[in-house]
């Protein structure tokens, strides 16, 4: 894994180009970047913004372009190098999982740098992409590593660093109460596959509201109260066809489930009704 890389100052986009090697024609990245060493290379003294580097995990056999896989694992290494800045890991903190699991922000790592240079996207931005084959198999297939620049601003971490300690009080607290979250089962929803919004209540009350081809996760048992809790999923439409998705877990096991259309291909049922076009309800009681 790469150490952490931090720094004040913007860094370059590097190019690509082919060559003919062992007769294909693969992607040879150009002179590596300055900001994979060091990132901070073009500072500014007026800067503010921060910037992490990730690095695929091993070089792998590719003909061409580096594969998906070495750009998810170098995507994923520079987010766990933020992670560890704000002093949390990912799979620790619920709150830092929901930003980097919104659908989205994995978008932007589907598209081109160029496309996505200045684009915020929820708080983080893929600022760069090198990748470079440092060795190749014994038929000479390149392997490739890949390194991916991520840029976060002042505003965003210390927005960060407010909602991961509030996140840290509440688990202190249910910690205190060990004895009594011990005997209590933990109750999750996600509305996802939306087209074109999602709302989740709890006793009437919306705690999350998702819209249109994104993901959303709700532990739902921080909002219950004692006695009785009334939970509804309402999905809505605002124009043309509709879809709909779903998943309510009781710790791990998968207590409802539903889904209809898939989002940007076909409608639920093809009917293009207005309004709340899907209700989903269900009780739990909480001791």
């Known amino acids: 894994m790469f150490s952490i890389i931090c720094c004040l100052g913007a860094c370059s986009s590097s190019s690509n180009q082919a060559t003919k090697y062992a007769n294909h024609t693969v992607q040879r990245s150009a002179a590596e970047p300055c900001w994979i060493k060091r990132s901070n290379c073009q500072a500014t003294s007026d800067e503010t913004d921060l910037y992490f580097v990730g690095q695929s995990a091993e070089p792998l056999a590719q003909w061409g372009r580096p594969k998906r896989k070495s750009t998810r694992s170098a995507q994923a290494d520079a987010e766990a190098q933020y992670a560890r800045f704000l002093g949390v890991n990912i799979e620790s903190s619920i ?3 929901e930003v980097l699991d919104e659908s ?35 038929d000479g297939q390149p392997m490739w590593t890949v390194y991916i620049l991520i840029k976060v601003t002042r505003k965003t971490i210390d927005k960060h660093r407010v909602a991961i300690a509030e996140e840290a009080k509440r688990l202190a607290e249910i910690a205190d109460q060990k004895s009594l979250i011990s005997e209590r089962d933990i109750w999750t929803a996600k509305v996802f596959n939306i087209d074109d919004t999602a709302t989740i209540y709890i006793n009437e009350i919306a705690v999350r509201r998702c819209e249109f081809s994104s993901s959303c996760t709700v532990e739902l048992t921080r909002h219950f109260n004692k006695g009785n809790n009334h939970v509804k999923l309402s999905f809505g439409n605002r124009l043309g066809f509709w879809t709909y998705g779903y998943e309510v877990r009781k710790n ?36």
Do not use: P
């Open 104 to 138: 989205t922000y994995q978008s932007q790592f589907t598209h081109t740098v160029s496309s996505n240079l200045n684009h915020v996207v929820s708080d983080l931005v893929k600022v760069d992409e090198h990748f470079a084959a440092y060795q190749e198999t014994s």
């Open 252 to 287: 791990k096991q998968i207590m409802y489930k539903g889904r209809c259309g898939q989002v940007w291909v076909f409608g639920c049922d093809w009917t293009m009704k207005h309004g709340v076009v899907h209700l989903f309800e269900f009780e739990v009681e909480q001791r």
């Open 95 to 97: 709150y830092l999982k």
